[in-house]
């Protein structure tokens, strides 16, 4: 009885932390979540967002997002060749069958292209994402101070 009710108890302190810390949104098979993006500072033109992508059952693909805080948003990769952070902009994202991608910092993430205002720590910027087989979500990306971490080049060529 005793194990039962500590059992109950972390299970309800799991589910408390996720329902305030975490952004998710669902549509049709995928599941989005911990979304978030990065504030900006006056005259930085583009920002990031990162989150969890799930899909449930046969594989699905992010072909495309926007958002009314930016110009164009696009898909980016990212990757080191020699000593150098290479961008790369991607038509789409796979994922793959009962698995899920992580758009993190130095690693894929959306493009906040031609960004109308800053990006404040506390606002959140609406994005809608769009997937091949399970259509159209819009997801609230809460924006975070900026961390330690620098901030990468966004030149692309
Ligand atoms: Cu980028």
Do not use: C
Request: aromatic residues 4%.
């Amino acid at each position: 009885m005793k194990n039962f009710i500590s059992l109950l108890a972390a299970l309800l302190v799991s589910s408390f932390s996720m329902g305030t810390n975490a952004q998710e949104a669902k549509i049709g098979r995928v599941t989005i979540s911990g979304a978030y993006t990065k504030a900006t500072v006056a005259g930085q033109m583009a920002g990031s967002g990162f989150m969890k992508i799930a899909v449930s059952g046969v594989s699905d693909q992010l072909i495309g997002a926007t958002s009314p805080a930016a110009g164009d948003v696009q898909m980016h990769s990212m990757s080191m060749e020699g000593n150098t952070m290479k961008m790369r902009q991607m038509n789409s994202i796979e994922i793959p069958a009962n698995s899920s991608v992580e758009l993190t910092p130095g690693g894929l993430h959306l493009m906040l292209m031609g960004l109308k205002t800053p990006l404040k720590a506390g606002d959140s910027v609406k994005i809608k994402l769009k997937f091949a087989s399970s259509g159209e979500v819009e997801v609230s990306f809460p924006v975070k101070a900026m961390g330690g971490e620098s901030m990468h080049e966004h030149s692309m060529k």
